[in-house]
């Protein structure tokens, strides 16, 4: 495997081919899953809609990835993959899998590499409720003035 | 005069109509801020009763390698991308 591996794909992300990340040199891998979950915020979620730029949002994915590698180590082997469409509560929107000679730097990268795509990723998501309304959550601008604010209300 | 697209994302996603993608004339030196008041115009008179201003306003701007600083000048043909605030993961 290349040491990243960044996707943005529709289709189910196969944990199994994640795992490939074998090195003789390593001896931590960690996997982070996210996945829909059934409620948020109070309201009862039946499923969510992810949308996303997607080639500029892999293209941030792997930026995060090298961050991450150039932080904790060039000999870290990344992959992150983002799911888009519409998934049902429990489906796994992100998986995140981190391979490293020691532990520490791969839980440590892993944490980075979600957080930073929450922030940075052009990924975006829509809840759906069980009365049948819909909301494009909350998030965080992306616009480089003054003006903008974070975690700005993007639900219309 | 240029041809500017524009493809929605997100909230965005409301406004559009044939495809993801809104086309526009504009002066061959508009930068970012006049774009986007030029884009919330458009929004705005189709959609009065939204809060469009305001979600532009939290946008950004980019191409499909980087988002755009405001001052950033268009002089040709262009395809670009609308962000609102991102929530992925």
Sequence with gaps: MTSIRCEIRDEAIDLKTLGELSDDGHGAQVFFTGAVRSRNHGRDVVAVEYDAARALGERVLCEIAEEARSKWGASLKIAVVHRIGRLEVGEISVAIAVSSPHRDEAYRASRYVIEEIKKRAPIWKKEIYSDGETAWLKGHALCQHGSCEEDAHAAI | ?89
């Design chain 2, 1 to 89: 005069m240029i041809e500017i697209e524009v493809r929605l994302f997100g909230a965005f996603r409301k406004y559009q109509q044939k495809g993801n993608i809104l086309r526009f004339q504009a002066r061959d030196d508009i930068d970012v801020i006049s774009l986007k008041r030029l884009l919330s115009e458009h929004l705005q008179s189709q959609y009065p009763g939204d809060a469009i201003e305001a979600l532009v306003g939290e946008s950004a701007i980019a191409d499909d390698v980087r988002v755009l600083p405001e001052n950033h000048v268009f002089d040709r043909n262009c395809t670009l991308q609308i962000l609102p605030p991102v929530c992925g993961g």
